[in-house]
């Protein structure tokens, strides 16, 4: 016995036991579904949005290394609460009294572990009586002060730092007003303070906020957290509604019969009662990217489904009994569903190799939601359905449709076999058309970008007017934080986005190294040429130490002694230099850029505003080597860039790991089956054709591969393999001695064409919901899944009859030989 009808034995004895012991099968999987059941009480959710994807990157350890080494005012040890005043001026008598008093409420609460509050209210108070080291004797203060005494203070205080830099970039002394102000207030927290306590304490803060007449907003990773979360439960609650409604709308026309659309119903349930069991016992955390999860396993369920039961009525119109039916239906189809489900977990699996976690997870998740997905549509319903057949004819309930789908006469039939009938006469044309063009758009799609942001994972400012407007329960939440960081982008000096730091580690008490932190700024690469004459503009301990030197006679003088050559920066005696300067008013700032022990310093370098984040990114990686100090290029801009490129090639390495995948196992398999290897290319054909439009309908709608969409690629072949699987697979079927290819071709789609635009639609259309999704990045996701569907549907229809066409010539003509037959 061969391998090939091993395998087939193997198929047909699972199958006989399905249908002899249907019984046996339901309740197995019945009590399976209670165990994964247990196991969705434990899933957990991920509302980190970006930190999963830049861990362990050597930018990001860089970054984290300098916010850990440095001190800043507004990014301050321990837990804090940022509160963001907005308004036509936050500086007049009442705007900080106002302030002040929503201080003092959080304050009185002692599960907000308020240790000090600093901001420009409270430092105003201070400054008028600087005995007033509460919060509650500070409100008093400013009660007291007039109107012209607060601006009075305002003003003497707009050359102080710590002042102004927590007011907006629109502050005016001289009419002592701003638009914006940020206050940080610092919390006393135990030993195990989790993420969880920061969440409650911020968003208890922003409730406090709220119910006060005066615009102030709470902000920190807390909100950020508790947004996140809310918007993945907000999106499942638009989207999984929207994606059950037009499957039960589609199941409904497919199956017409509401006993079937039950035992679909129930399979798709089960479905993702498995998966979600899965991911709570196996520790996977459930983020934003997962979402998409459930709806890739409902569209392949529904697909799985729309075939048994279509087979199977197939079945029974040619005259056999239910029991005999089903053993034949699923005899054709077992080897189908079993190759398709291999080739939809390389799919969906290839993105296990990536280095960023949310899409490994989401690899791994969906791969695992396939096998499961085979297993209950392939064994749990084919025994449901013969069990509940039993029933309805014991209890005389009747059938309501049990027609299939589409037959060769019919309209859908007639209009699916026509590019068949085409390719009988020109089916070389056909497929070097479809090369060309598909080429082309390969071509163009090539030139995708590729992009990673923190707004791909935030809802945007305004919401459509179809989702404010929907009713409760689906009404989704209040969004403040997008709102928040354009705020803080727009109003505040402190915008990441405009700059690039640099880590350097050394010997910073040595002669030389204040002049090696200097020396590359007068010719840096283009991002960084902002300055005059196309010099860096660099904020470092060398500009700490100019402007002290410039504010203080002494200082000034202490630097001259030690300055060498005369050009400002001090060449010896540095831990001297330091000790004064860390002791002097601008200690504060000098911390910033200069550890304690003299061996690390940051250089934030300020970028041209029209440099893309890639030029940006490769020009400071390119900066950073010319430092005589070890150094290493970081920054938001910096550490953005390292995950696109990751993501970028996860992409790549997606796509090639999952066509490598499939196209080896699907020539192993039709040679092992059928001894027909060649069939395994023909079947990957349309669905390269499809990823190559894909692709260039991605450029052309301006979507960049981000931290979802990059694997659309690999996934889009797990999802379009199946049709021409099904396909191809019942072709084998027809085919024989007496019916040749183009035959064979008119029954496959005149027949199961029904079940693949069935399978069609739903799957697109369910996919696509997720484009109503809250976030950017599970619209696009979605709106792609949908058009690679039914790109892999058409082409199946219309490029693999050419190609069956040719391999039949290919085939006769190695027949025809005295070689070994190759196809």
């Not at 087939?8 to 699972?14: H, M, N, S």
């Not at 249907?22 to 991920?46: Q, Y």
């Not at 290839?350 to 392939?378: C, E, H, Q, R």
């Not at 027609?403 to 085409?422: C, K, N, Y």
Request: charged residues 20%; aromatic residues 8%; glycine residues 8%.
């Amino acid at each position: 016995m061969s391998a090939g009808e091993r395998i087939e034995a193997g198929a047909r004895r699972l199958n006989d036991a399905i249908v002899d012991s249907p019984r046996r099968v339901i309740v197995a999987f019945l009590v399976l579904t209670l165990v994964f059941a247990g196991g969705m009480g434990l899933v957990s959710t991920d509302t980190e949005a970006t930190d999963s994807f830049t861990e362990g990157l050597e930018e990001q350890e860089a970054l984290e290394a300098i916010n850990e080494e440095f001190e800043d005012p507004f990014q301050p040890d321990g837990e804090s609460t940022q509160l963001i005043h907005t308004g036509g001026n936050v500086l007049t008598k009442e705007a900080l009294e106002r302030e002040l008093r929503l201080l003092e409420e959080i304050e009185r609460r002692d599960d907000l572990r308020v240790a000090s509050a600093t901001g420009p209210a409270t430092v105003v108070a201070q400054t008028i009586d600087p005995s007033a080291t509460t919060i509650a004797e500070q409100r008093r203060v400013i009660e007291r002060a007039s109107d012209a005494q607060v601006r009075r203070t305002v003003r003497e205080l707009a050359d102080t730092e710590r002042f102004s830099r927590s007011l907006s970039t629109d502050f005016n002394p001289t009419s002592a007003s701003a638009s914006a102000s940020i206050t940080v207030v610092r919390h006393d927290v135990p030993p195990g303070f989790s993420s969880a306590d920061r969440q409650d304490i911020q968003t208890t803060i922003q409730t406090l906020a709220d119910d006060r007449p005066v615009d102030i907003r709470a902000f920190g990773s807390g909100i950020i957290n508790a947004e996140t979360a809310t918007v993945i439960g907000d999106s499942l609650t638009l989207v999984m509604p929207v994606v059950v409604l037009l499957l039960l709308l589609f199941l409904v026309v497919a199956y017409r019969d509401p006993i079937d659309l039950a035992l679909g119903l129930l399979s798709l349930l089960m479905t993702i009662i498995w998966t979600f069991g899965f991911l709570g016992l196996s520790g996977i955390p459930f983020s934003q990217q997962l979402i998409a999860v459930p709806v890739l396993l409902l569209a392949v369920g529904v697909d799985f489904g729309i075939h048994i039961i279509n087979r199977f009525r197939e079945e029974t119109v040619a005259g056999y009994e239910p029991v005999e039916a089903m053993r034949e239906a699923n005899n054709q189809l077992m080897i189908a569903f079993v190759i398709v489900t291999a080739t939809t977990v390389f799919g969906f699996g290839a993105n296990v190799i990536s280095d960023l976690g949310p899409i490994s997870d989401l690899g791994l998740a969906s791969a695992i939601g396939i096998v499961f997905t085979f297993l209950i549509f392939g064994l749990f319903l084919p025994a449901a359905k013969l069990e509940v057949d039993k029933l309805r004819d014991a209890y005389g309930v009747p059938e309501f449709n049990s027609a299939p789908i589409a037959s060769e006469d019919s309209a859908i039939g007639r209009v699916l076999t026509f590019p068949t009938q085409l390719s009988r006469y020109v089916p070389v044309a056909l497929v070097v058309l479809l090369l060309v063009t598909g080429g082309m758009a390969a071509a163009y799609g090539s030139g995708v970008d590729t992009s990673f942001e923190t707004e791909d994972f935030l809802p945007p400012e305004e919401q459509p007017d179809y989702v404010t407007g929907l009713p409760e329960p689906f009404a989704p939440s209040e969004y403040t934080v997008t709102e928040t960081l354009n705020i803080l982008e727009d109003r505040f000096a402190t915008n990441q986005d405009q700059s690039v730091t640099l880590y350097v580690r050394g010997n910073f008490e040595e002669g030389h190294a204040l002049e090696a932190l200097a020396d590359p700024n007068d010719d840096p690469p283009g991002a960084l040429a902002v300055g005059e004459g196309g010099s860096a503009r660099p904020t470092s301990i060398v500009t700490v130490i100019r402007s002290h030197a410039r504010e203080n006679p002494e200082f000034a003088d202490l630097v001259a002694r030690n300055d060498v050559d005369d050009d400002g920066i001090p060449d010896r005696n540095l831990d001297r230099i330091y000790d004064v300067l860390f002791a002097s008013s601008a200690g504060d700032r000098a911390e910033q850029y200069l550890t304690p022990d003299r061996r690390s310093a940051q250089v934030d370098y300020a970028i041209d505003a029209d440099a893309s984040q890639g030029e940006a990114a490769v020009d400071t990686d390119q900066f950073a080597e010319e430092f005589r100090f070890e150094t290493t290029a970081t920054g938001q801009i910096v550490v953005f860039d390292a995950v696109t490129e990751v993501i970028f090639q996860s992409a790549i390495q997606g796509l090639i790991l999952a066509v490598g995948l499939t196209g080896v196992f699907l020539v192993v398999a039709y040679a092992v089956l059928e001894h027909k290897p060649l069939l395994g290319i023909v079947n990957v054909f349309p669905i390269l054709i499809a990823i190559a439009f894909l692709l260039g309908t991605m450029r052309v709608l301006g979507i960049s591969l981000n931290a979802l969409t990059a694997t659309i690629l690999s996934i889009a072949i797990g999802l379009g393999i199946a049709y021409s699987v099904h396909a191809t697979h019942r072709f084998i079927d027809e085919f024989d001695e007496d019916t040749d290819a183009y035959e064979a071709m008119v029954v496959t789609f005149a027949g199961t064409g029904g079940a693949l635009l069935g399978s069609m639609l739903t799957t697109s259309l369910g996919t696509g919901a997720l484009a109503l999704a809250i976030t950017p990045v599970l619209g696009n996701f979605g709106l792609l899944m949908a058009l690679s569907v039914v790109y892999s549907f058409a082409c199946t229809v219309i490029a693999l009859p050419p190609a069956i066409l040719l391999w039949e010539r290919y085939r006769g003509a190695q027949t025809s030989l005295p070689t070994p037959t190759l196809g």
